[in-house]
């Protein structure tokens, strides 16, 4: 059963093979032919544009669009297919057309790998497979193609090394392998190839050495392995190829000095070595190459003079020894003779001296470059020798003097570079001549004048820029002429006047740039023609007037900049551009409030619109502004709260809204932009606590919340903010102490906390900050302790102010450390002792207000001591003359009673045994009551004298009762 189940697959496969190969006979015909193969890989192509059309069996095979048969019409010999658009892979089945000898499908859309069944094509002698999207390694199978001339494969994705089994195919001629992927090394086995012509490695990403064995290729004419990374040394082997035509060797990471065997090369018309290490001189052989037209050695380490001479080298139209470290004066030789040298590029070396005359003789000249370097003196007057001269760069050089009259005389010129040297003078008019002119670069002289008017005759004028020079009077009124101006650039000179409406007809201008000027006026309503614009730059002048609501019109424009003008109104004009990327118009009066419509541009990166009369709420659709980094939105009447919608604006590093009225918390969002360098919302009307999230902010620079209402604790979690510069939390109503986690903010320079309701002492923490310099300020707070000694270690602290607080203790000797203090504020504390003498510099105000402090510039401890001394001793004695008073007077007034007793005794006496006593009592009466007045006494207590008068003396039996009243009245008086 197994046996007759076995027989029936059998046969069902062959039948099914059977079937196939009818199928197959059909389709593409008998398997034998060649017209059966290739209508195989016609089928796994994609012929987007229909090439392959005539591909079938209705036609003859050697009619087929690109394919090319033997003389005997049997066998394919040639496919071309370059540039037919086809796409999809390279069939392994092109392996079957034996006969085939080329195979062209360059320049197509190709995937996938180079089939190594290719290698099977023994007649194969040019496989063309460049400019395709081809990857994989280069198949070692290659190899096999022993009758291989020509193989170009590159400007693919093709990766991996170099096969060196290349090395087999002997009579190979043309090696093309460049702008693919390839690494490794360039192997040794291509010194095999005997007969090579031409070795293209370009573009690639091969290093190592360039190896010896290259000299053993004694047909090469071309060798290219220019933009790789070799190293080492440029091989003297080279010397030896005596046919080579072409040398490129460009940006590689070669060292070394020039081989002299270079010189050998009797054939060589190109040689460019730029963008290497090289180092030494230009060896002289060089001159021997008299067959050589481009000669490039820029971008290397090459020093010493240049010693080329144009009368061996007379075929020469390109020298390039750009940046590399020339020095000396351009030799007289470059120039001898008969010369056909067309291009000179000299710029970046250190070539010093003037402008060679020498150089006038090389008529043939169209472009000298002669920029970065060190030349002085004046340019000639003979320049216009050089008739047919196109471009001329003298840049950055140190040349003085005017720009030459006989510069109109160049009649081919087109680039006229001589930015940033010393020129003087005037633009002569005799520039108008020049109808070929396009640009005109002469920024950064010392030129002045006006532009004259026939620079506007030069209607080929694309670019003027005239930066920063002395030019002065008006713009001129005919700038309209120059219809194919795209660029003009007329900042920091002295132009004054009002901006020419024929500027507006200049349609193809994109950047106009006028700031740093005194222009006046407004704007020209004919701006709506520039609607080419991208940027328009006109800050500092003294511009005028509202904005014209044409302006709205320019679409293209990316970069506005009007700041520090005067013009008014409505900004709602600039918002016509969904590109704009940087709008600045600080310090102006725009008024009304922000559009919301500047939400649209989408792109836009800087919004500075502070310093202007805004007023109203900041418009919500602001936070669509994804892009920004800079917004400046300080000194104008904006209210209300900052949106919640500014979450969104991630990449913010700057955003000011400092001197509004804006009203509300400060956002815990703040937190999240992680970006932000600088956050001012000072001198507004915030409320509620300082948000901890703000220490999220780890790129913060700039933290200024001062002038607000602000209340509450500082939060530890500033100390998170370890690049902080600037803190000013000053004049708000913060409590609590001062955190010591300040300590990890080792950045600041400037920490200001005055004028709060902190409490608690100075953190010693504070002394670690020590890139504190503008100023440390605790002023006007609640403050007390000691003054830490550790603040002594802010040693390029330039301000103090501990002020009205309540610090104690001494001033610490530590803070005369600090040398670079120049303004310090101790006073109204109660701080004591002796001012540390090497702050006695400072003025009598850094100190007032201390009551217990001495020393300079105060008063001397010496004296405060004898001022307290003298001060004790006069309480003392004033203490000491009450108690006596006191004591003598209760002594007078028991001796007085005693006598008052004793006296009305001898009175009860005298009257009953004598009648004249009574004149006798009468009179010692009198003098114990007034006193001697021949002798001036009184009663005397705390300097008052008390006097009884007559009138009041009481009849005798009442002397007690007297004694008692005149010793109440004594009381009271003391009391």
């Known amino acids: 059963m197994n046996l007759q189940m076995g027989g029936i697959q059998k046969y069902c496969l062959v039948l099914f093979l059977s079937v196939l190969s009818i199928s197959l006979t059909a389709t593409f015909g008998d398997s034998s032919t060649d017209s059966y193969w290739l209508l195989r890989i016609k089928s796994e192509l994609t012929d987007s544009e229909g090439v392959l059309a005539s591909w079938s069996l209705q ?53 996938g790998s180079i089939p190594p069944e290719l290698g099977s094509l023994k007649n194969l002698e040019e496989l063309l497979l460049y400019s395709n999207f081809l990857s994989g390694k280069i198949p070692s199978e290659i190899g096999l193609l022993e009758k291989l001339e020509v193989l170009r494969i590159g400007n693919n994705r093709l990766s991996g090394e170099i096969t060196p089994y290349l090395a087999n195919c002997t009579d190979l001629e043309i090696l093309g392998l460049a702008s693919c992927e390839l690494n490794g090394s360039i ?59 072409t040398l490129n060797l460009a940006e590689n990471r070669l060292s070394g000095e020039i081989p002299t065997e270079v010189g050998n090369l009797s054939n060589l018309r190109y040689l460019n070595l730029l963008g290497n290490r090289l180092v030494g001189g230009i060896p002289s052989e060089l001159n021997q190459l008299n067959q050589l037209e481009i000669l490039d050695l820029s971008k290397n380490s090459l020093s010493g003079m240049i010693n080329l001479s144009a009368s061996h080298m007379k075929n020469l139209k390109y020298l390039v020894l750009s940046e590399n470290f020339l020095l000396g004066g351009i030799p007289a030789s470059i120039c001898d003779g008969e010369t056909n040298l067309q291009n000179l590029f000299l710029s970046g070396n250190n070539i010093s001296g003037g402008f060679p005359s020498e150089l006038l003789k090389c008529s043939s000249l169209q472009a000298l470059d002669l920029e970065n370097n060190s030349l002085n003196g004046a340019i000639p007057s ?40 010393s020129l003087a003078g005037r633009i002569p008019a005799e520039i108008g001549k020049l109808q070929r002119l396009t640009i005109v670069d002469l920024y950064e002289n010392q030129m002045s004048g006006t532009i004259p008017r026939e620079l506007t005759n030069c209607s080929s004028l694309t670019g003027i820029d005239l930066f920063a020079n002395h030019f002065e009077g008006s713009i001129p009124s005919t700038m309209g002429k120059l219809k194919n101006l795209d660029f003009l650039d007329l900042r920091q000179n002295d132009f004054s006047g009002p901006i020419p409406p024929s500027l507006g007809y200049c349609k193809k201008l994109q950047v106009l740039a006028l700031a740093d000027n005194r222009l006046s006026g407004a704007l020209p309503p004919t701006f709506r023609f520039l609607t080419d614009l991208t940027t328009l730059s006109l800050y500092n002048n003294s511009l005028t007037g509202t904005l014209p609501e044409s302006l709205f019109l320019l679409k293209n424009l990316t970069i506005i900049n009007l700041s520090h003008n005067m013009f008014s109104g409505s900004i709602a004009p600039l918002t016509g551009s969904s590109s704009l990327r940087l709008l600045d118009l600080t310090n102006n009066s725009f008024s009304g409030p922000i559009p919301s419509t500047l939400a649209e541009s989408r792109t836009m990166a800087r919004l500075r619109l502070g310093q202007n009369l805004l007023a109203g709420n900041i418009p919500v659709e602001l936070g669509r502004l994804t892009e920004l980094t800079f917004l400046d939105l300080s000194s104008n009447n904006l209210m209300g709260e900052i949106p919640d919608e500014f979450s969104y604006c991630k990449q913010l590093a700057h955003l000011l809204l400092n001197r509004n009225q804006l009203t509300g918390m400060i956002p815990s969002w703040l937190g999240s932009l992680r970006a932000l360098g600088e956050l001012d919302l000072s001198s507004n009307n915030f409320n509620g606590t300082v948000p901890a999230e703000v220490g999220s902010c780890s790129s913060l620079l700039k933290l200024s919340l001062h002038n607000n209402n602000l209340s509450g604790k500082i939060p530890p979690e500033m100390g998170n903010l370890t690049s902080l510069n600037v803190l000013n939390l000053q004049k708000n109503n913060l409590s609590g102490e001062i955190p010591s986690t300040i300590q990890h903010c080792r950045k600041l320079y400037t920490l200001r906390l005055s004028e ?204 007690i009762f007297h004694l008692k009243m005149e010793m109440d009245s004594m009381e009271n008086t003391l009391v």
């Open 756 to 959: 709060n309701f902190l409490t608690g002492g100075i953190p010693s923490e504070l002394g670690k900050l020590t890139e504190l310099q503008e100023m440390l300020d605790l002023g006007k707070n609640l403050l007390s302790g000691v003054i830490p000694s550790a603040l002594g270690n802010l040693m390029k602290l330039e301000r103090l102010n501990l002020s009205f607080n309540d610090f104690r203790g001494e001033v610490p000797p530590s803070l005369g450390q600090l040398t670079s203090l120049h303004a310090l504020n101790l006073s109204n504390n109660l701080l004591h002792g002796q001012i540390p003498p090497t702050l006695s510099k400072f003025p009598l105000t850094s100190f007032l207000g201390n009551e217990k402090l001495c020393g300079l510039p105060l008063n001397s401890c010496i004296q405060s001591l004898g001022s307290e001394r003298k001060k004790l001793s006069n309480t003392a004695v004033a203490g000491i003359m009450v108690a006596i008073v006191f004591t003598s007077t209760v002594i007078v007034m028991v001796l007085l009673y005693i006598m008052l007793r004793i006296w009305c005794n001898w009175r009860k006496v005298s009257i009953s045994s004598s009648d004249s006593g009574g004149f006798e009592r009468k009179k010692e009466e009198e003098k114990w009551v007034y006193g001697d007045e021949r002798n001036g006494e009184y009663w005397k207590v705390n300097s008052l004298a008390f006097v009884s008068s007559p009138e009041k003396q009481m009849p005798t039996p009442t002397c």
């Open 382 to 421: 003979g320049i216009d020798r050089l008739e047919r001269l196109t471009d001329l760069r003298l840049n950055n050089n140190s040349f003085t003097g005017t720009i030459p009259l006989e510069i109109g005389n160049l009649s081919n010129l087109k680039n006229l570079a001589l930015f940033h040297n």
């Open 59 to 111: 036609s003859d095979m050697c009619r087929w669009y690109g394919v090319k048969c033997s003389n005997d019409w049997t066998r394919v010999v040639g496919v071309d297919l370059s540039g037919a658009g086809l796409s999809g892979s390279i069939s392994p089945d092109f392996a079957h057309l034996v006969a085939l000898q080329k195979l062209d499908l360059s320049s197509n859309s190709l995937t």
């Open 187 to 245: 192997p040794i086995e291509i010194g095999y190839l005997k007969h090579l012509k031409s070795l293209n490695l370009q573009k690639n990403s091969l290093t190592g050495h360039i190896p010896e064995a290259i000299g053993d290729c004694h047909e090469l004419q071309n060798f290219s392995a220019a933009g790789n990374a070799l190293e080492g040394g440029i091989p003297m082997a080279f010397g030896k190829l005596e046919f080579l035509q």
